[in-house]
């Protein structure tokens, strides 16, 4: 079992910057593959970066690709997610996901554990 709390979130200009966290329980956190998913009021929740467990690999959405950077610490139990250069339409409630397999998948339904969420709003 694997819990998952998302801090970071909060109000930001167009054009800012703004870093999430998402620390983990549980000894096998080190071979889950994690990801970043959003949705935005009256949305569906979308696909935003994922990251293998080894670290080798990493993959984004074309909407953030350049802007976002997802990363880890397999020592601290923790996956992060800077995003800078942001944009109203990036405001919506971030979660943090973790499949139980070292290969990260773009779809929500493939990952088993879910963070609470946390609201980012990027003003114009």
């Known amino acids: 079992q694997v819990q998952l709390v998302e801090s970071g979130g909060g109000l930001v200009q167009a054009g800012g910057s703004l870093g999430l966290s998402c620390a983990a329980s549980?000894?096998?956190?080190?071979?889950?593959?994690l990801g970043w998913f959003r949705q935005a009021p009256g949305k569906e929740r979308e696909f935003v970066a994922a990251i293998s467990s080894s670290l080798a690999y990493t993959y984004y959405a074309d909407s953030v690709k350049g802007r976002f950077t997802i990363s880890r610490d397999n020592a601290k139990n923790t996956v992060y997610l800077q995003m800078n250069s942001l944009k109203p339409e990036d405001t919506a409630v971030y979660y943090c996901?973790?499949?139980?397999?070292?290969?990260?998948?773009?779809?929500?339904?493939?990952?088993?554990?879910w963070g609470q969420g946390t609201q980012v709003t990027v003003s114009s």
């Open positions: 996901a973790a499949r139980a397999n070292p290969n990260y998948r773009l779809r929500s339904a493939d990952y088993h554990y």
């Open positions: 549980g000894r096998t956190f080190s071979s889950y593959a």
